[in-house]
């Protein structure tokens, strides 16, 4: 018999203990050791050749063997056949950006995001979507009953669905037969035909809802009724009988998922999966419970706000870093087929402070409207404040504005914010919230039509940056018809923009800010002793 032992388990980082402690020596938070009781395994051994002496008298005996060496399991990669993955709709095109573009069979798909976000919206609704071609659909469902899900589906119009035609897709499959090559598709994306459709059902959701927080009853069903896509709604609520830590516990989180993972990839099912957030935003759980999966998805989002982000962090199958947006509306949620319009202001009435600039999330460029506010300050320290950027690039670009241009902000207010509430953190967004600083700061109002792309440098230069060919593509399709790029930045010749090379931040004010018009010198020189004097008369 087998003798339990005792350990200590951070419910944050998974380290385990053999004593109690105030604080986790790994990850240093306090409070998060949780006891569990674990059963050793037997020191017997019945096969003799896996004991420590027999694999070590084993690799002494093959140290002396001679001859060539031959595989036994491992491949060349000349040997590896190179099929691409096949994939299928989830019905939603913002859905298959984030995936890479599609759901692969047998992957394990990992959503996490803040309570009341939309997470069990978005899943309800694609499942409704993939009911439509694909035969059977599990929704697992340990946080409400079928009730309740079934009145968020009559909420979201999606009860009744009309069944999709099939004959299109046996005339695809007719054509290909006769020979016509042309009509099949290029890309990894095929659909995938119905078996149990018909065009006189009442019940048109070929959905199956399991309202079970039991891991075994959970498996007994995957394996019974062997579905194409399931939905595990959430993995923290799961428990396993074998356990006896609750559910939630790194324990069991680590053994639900890799008991669902072994499932899936054996029935080859596709597993989406909700996690939740601590209060840190993270996914709740072991580390390991990221490793696991195959795609890790987050749902982010002002809960007041209308639109919803979907944002990969890890990807197997595609590329990380993409983001997917949606709009809440009245019957769930909605993708936003042109996003940049979304974060963009007006545009037709400009005000003093804003900038645009271009951010690039995976292969999308979106254009995103800085705006910034500069005032007296009634405090001792002046505040600093952001939305959407980062509070740390704030610091810098104040600093690098009042050493290298001399503009006095230490003495001022400071606030910073992108429209929309998306989160902008790359650096090629500096020249834009450095220009909407100084706009605010002298009360002048930026040329709306113009873009500004760039990276601030600590010495006052304007820096390279990535992607620029796509960041200026996405400009000129919004109607833009300036772009305040750094120097000797390569950029294609066939796009109607006029393109406008910096080396110094101050060049870019120059540029940027419309001049006062002036009678004798240079248009720029002057505005630019402007410039300089009005500090001077600030200082």
């Known amino acids: 018999m087998a003798k339990p032992r005792i350990v200590y388990v951070c419910s944050e980082c998974g380290t385990e203990s053999v004593q109690w402690y105030g604080k986790c020596p790994n990850c240093h ?7 569990q009781i674990q059963e050793t395994a037997s ?36 040997e590896i056949t190179s099929d691409e993955q096949p994939r299928f709709p989830s019905g939603y095109g913002e859905f298959d950006r984030v995936l890479g573009g599609g759901m692969v069979p047998g992957s394990l798909v990992l959503i996490g995001g803040d309570p009341g976000i939309g997470k069990s919206t978005l899943l309800l609704q694609t499942a409704n979507q993939l009911s439509q071609t694909l035969p059977r659909i599990l929704y697992v469902s340990a946080e409400e009953s ?27 499959e007719s054509a290909t037969k006769n020979g016509n090559k042309d009509r099949k598709k290029k890309d990894s994306v095929v659909k995938v035909k119905p078996e149990i459709l018909t065009d006189n059902s009442t019940d048109n959701w070929n959905i199956y809802v399991m309202p079970e927080t039991d891991l075994e009853e959970i498996i007994k069903e995957l394996e019974s009724l062997k579905p194409q896509v399931a939905v595990i709604d959430s993995i923290q609520t799961l428990y396993f009988s074998s356990l006896n830590s609750a559910p939630g516990s790194v324990a069991q989180v680590r053994e639900c998922t890799s008991a669902l993972m072994q499932v899936a990839k054996r029935e080859n099912i596709t597993l989406l999966i909700v996690g939740h957030v601590t209060k840190d935003g993270t996914i709740a759980g072991p580390r390991v419970l990221e490793h696991l999966v195959d795609t890790v998805l987050y749902f982010e989002g002002d809960r007041y706000a209308s639109h919803r982000l979907l944002r990969s962090v890890k990807n197997r199958f595609g590329a990380t870093h993409e983001i997917g947006i949606f709009e809440m509306v009245e019957h769930g949620l909605a993708e936003v087929s042109n996003p ?27 254009v995103v409207e800085i705006q910034a506010l500069v005032s007296p300050t009634s405090y001792t320290s002046p505040r600093r404040s952001t939305t959407g950027v980062d509070y740390n690039r704030l610091q810098q ?8 241009v001399g503009i006095p902000l230490s003495k001022l207010d400071a606030y ?21 600083i100084v706009a605010s700061f002298r009360d002048r109002v930026v040329d709306p039509r113009t873009v500004l792309i760039g990276e601030l440098g600590l010495g006052g230069q304007v820096r390279l940056v990535s992607q620029m060919e796509l960041r200026l593509k996405e400009a000129a399709k919004l109607g833009f018809k300036r772009a305040i790029v750094p120097k000797g930045q390569a950029y294609p010749d066939d796009l109607e923009l006029e393109i406008i090379c910096v080396s110094k931040v101050i060049d870019a004010i120059i540029a940027a800010i419309p001049p006062q018009p002036r009678s004798v010198g240079s248009v720029e020189k002057a505005y630019e002793n402007e410039i300089i004097r009005e500090i001077e008369e600030e200082i």
């Open 29 to 35: 938070v306090f409070g998060t050791l949780e006891e």
């Open 43 to 78: 020191n017997s051994n019945s096969n003799g050749s896996f004991s420590r002496g027999g694999w070590q008298s084993q690799l002494r005996n093959s140290s002396h063997s001679t001859g060539e060496g031959k595989p036994r399991a491992s491949l060349k990669f000349s």
């Open 146 to 172: 079928g009730q309740q899900i079934k009145l968020r589906a009559s909420r979201l119009g999606a009860t009744h669905k009309e069944v999709q035609n099939i004959t299109q897709i046996n005339d695809d």
């Open 340 to 366: 940049s319009e979304l974060f963009l202001g007006n545009r037709e009435d400009p005000s003093p402070g804003t900038a645009s600039v271009v951010a690039c999330e995976g292969t999308r460029s979106i």
């Open 397 to 404: 670009i104040l600093a690098v504005l009042e050493k290298r």
């Open 416 to 436: 910073v914010a992108s429209a929309g509430g998306l989160g902008v953190g790359e650096p090629a967004a500096d020249l834009g919230m450095a220009i909407a």
